[in-house]
């Protein structure tokens, strides 16, 4: 066995370097044409969690159908830039490209939204009660005067109508936690600040009851 001379144990070494890079070079093109599928592959992603037609089953997975193109498009925006996190959503969406947002969103916004189920009965009256009229005594709005009297919003606020409990009771205490801070104006966390965990469940339960339909 003969000891290879340094100058060429430094050429071979260079050579891996040399041929490493080429290779690192000539990769991304080819991945980032590969990166995005087909809107109906890409669905099934979403349908795994939120239903291929938007309508999720589980109380934690928000339902998505039905609701504003431009909110959901915004929202999937948010998670992808950290402006908005979730110890779910934010493990997804580095997955897919911003590219693929307006067609995700087009698709889900097209989609009939399902009915809702209060899971205690017993909060709902208390709940339409601060829904429509708000809380005088602490000074929280109708949650009517921005969402419709019926849930299902406007161009600027987001449909609420039929949505899961639990997901709305989670997201008011993330409003009120300021964990979720990308509301317009701080408007929902101005809300949420002046409600007690009671209050958000009673109103999350008759959220849950409206179809929003006028
Ligand atoms: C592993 C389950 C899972 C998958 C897969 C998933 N989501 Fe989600 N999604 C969630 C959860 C949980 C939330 C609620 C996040 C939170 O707590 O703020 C959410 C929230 C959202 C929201 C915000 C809804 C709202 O009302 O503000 C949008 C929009 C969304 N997802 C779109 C998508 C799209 C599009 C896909 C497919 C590319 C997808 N999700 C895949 C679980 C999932
Ligand atoms: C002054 C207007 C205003 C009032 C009053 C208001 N909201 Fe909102 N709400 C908003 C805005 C704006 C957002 C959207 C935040 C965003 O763009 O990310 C929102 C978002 C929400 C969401 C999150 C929806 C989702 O899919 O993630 C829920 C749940 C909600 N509001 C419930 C309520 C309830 C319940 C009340 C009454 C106690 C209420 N809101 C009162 C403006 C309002």
């Known amino acids: ?16 370097v040399t041929v490493l890079g080429l290779t690192l070079l000539a990769l991304p093109p080819l991945v980032h044409a590969q990166d ?4 109906s592959e890409r669905l099934q992603l979403c349908a795994s969690c939120h239903a291929m037609d938007g309508n999720s ?8 159908s039905g609701m504003d193109a431009g909110y959901l498009e915004r929202q999937m925006a948010d998670f992808k ?4 996190k979730s ?10 490209d911003g590219k693929e947002f307006a067609a995700l969103a087009g698709h889900f916004s097209a989609q009939k939204p399902g009915k809702g189920v209060a899971a205690d009965p017993r909060l709902v009256a208390e709940g339409k009660a601060i829904f429509d009229e708000g809380i005088v005594g602490s000074a929280v709005p109708a949650c009517s005067g921005c969402h419709n009297e019926d849930g299902s919003g406007t161009e ?16 008011m205490l993330n409003f009120k936690s300021g964990e979720r801070a990308n509301d317009s104006r701080a408007l929902m966390r101005a809300v949420a600040k002046r409600m007690n965990e009671k209050e958000i469940r009673a109103v999350a ?10």
């Not at 995005?36 to 809107?39: A, G, K, N, T």
């Not at 339960?205 to 006028?214: C, F, I, P």
Request: glycine fraction near 6%; proline fraction near 12%.
């Open 36 to 39: 995005i599928p087909p809107l």
């Open 81 to 84: 830039s950290g402006v908005r």
């Open 57 to 64: 089953v589980i109380p934690e997975n928000p339902k998505i």
């Open 156 to 171: 600027k606020y987001p449909r609420v109508a039929g949505q899961h409990t639990a997901y709305v009771v989670q997201q």
């Open 87 to 96: 110890p779910v959503m934010s493990g997804i969406i580095p997955l897919v």
């Open 205 to 214: 339960e008759y959220v849950a009851t409206l179809s929003g339909s006028e």
């Open 1 to 16: 066995m003969s000891r290879m001379h340094p100058s060429t144990r430094w050429l071979r070494r260079h050579a891996a």
